[in-house]
């Protein structure tokens, strides 16, 4: 869905959009859509800036950091992300960006992109590291076997030959 500039206006005015797991792509590692993306907001101009508002809530599989055995992870993200015409953006001579400035994206050629928009917030709300368990194992090194389900009797303490000479080394 795309929301031309030009169209709106001061008063709020309600959007809502849908998007399948197959019609959006996150493009990340260990990370999938398990459920349709769901956006409820709204759009507005405030000081002749566009707001765009709302709540994206959808279902993603992400796989453990330590074992990579997929963990189901809800998402419910509030935004409010700031758009400015290109016509309305500063040039290069007065870029002196004040604190508020910094969340404010230019919309180019005058169009906002909500699925752009929602796949932004996706990946903002992704957290850096997620474990299936507190306590998790991971793999082993050696057979790659999830030490969770098996002891794989692999034998931890040996030695890698490029330091077996510091063993002796006292």
Same mark, same amino acid.
């Given at each position: 869905?795309?929301?031309?500039?030009?169209?709106v206006?001061?008063?709020p005015?309600?959007?809502?959009?849908t998007?399948?797991?197959?019609?959006?792509?996150?493009d990340v590692?260990?990370?999938?859509?398990?459920s349709?993306?769901?956006?409820?907001?709204?759009t507005?101009?405030?000081d002749d800036?566009?707001?765009?508002?709302?709540?994206?809530?959808?279902?993603?599989?992400?796989?453990?950091?330590?074992?990579?055995v997929? =963990?189901?992870?809800?998402?419910d993200?509030?935004?409010?992300?700031?758009?400015?015409?290109?016509?309305?953006a500063?040039?290069d001579?007065?870029?002196?960006?004040?604190a508020?400035d910094?969340?404010?994206?230019?919309?180019?050629?005058?169009r906002i992109?909500?699925a752009? =928009?929602?796949?932004?917030q996706?990946?903002?709300?992704?957290?850096?590291?997620?474990?299936?368990t507190?306590?998790?194992?991971?793999?082993?090194?050696?057979?790659?076997?999830?030490?969770?389900?098996?002891d794989?009797?692999?034998?931890?303490?040996?030695?890698?030959?490029?330091?077996s000479?510091l063993?002796?080394f006292?």
């Open positions: 869905m795309i929301i031309e500039l030009a169209n206006v001061i008063r005015k309600a959007i809502k959009l998007l399948e797991p197959g019609e959006m792509e996150l590692d260990g990370v999938e859509l398990k349709a993306v769901d956006l409820k907001g709204e507005e101009i405030v800036k566009v707001h765009v508002r709302g709540t994206i809530t959808a279902e993603t599989e992400i796989a453990c950091i330590r074992c990579l997929p =963990v189901e992870y809800p998402l993200i509030t935004f409010d992300d700031i758009f400015v015409d290109p016509s309305d500063p040039s001579a007065e870029l002196a960006l004040e508020e910094l969340d404010v994206a230019v919309a180019i050629d005058g992109d909500l752009e =928009v929602i796949r932004e996706i990946l903002l709300a992704l957290p850096d590291q997620l474990f299936c507190a306590d998790c194992k991971g793999l082993c090194p050696k057979c790659g076997s999830n030490r969770n389900l098996l794989c009797k692999c034998i931890e303490n040996e030695i890698d030959p490029r330091w000479a063993k002796d006292r």
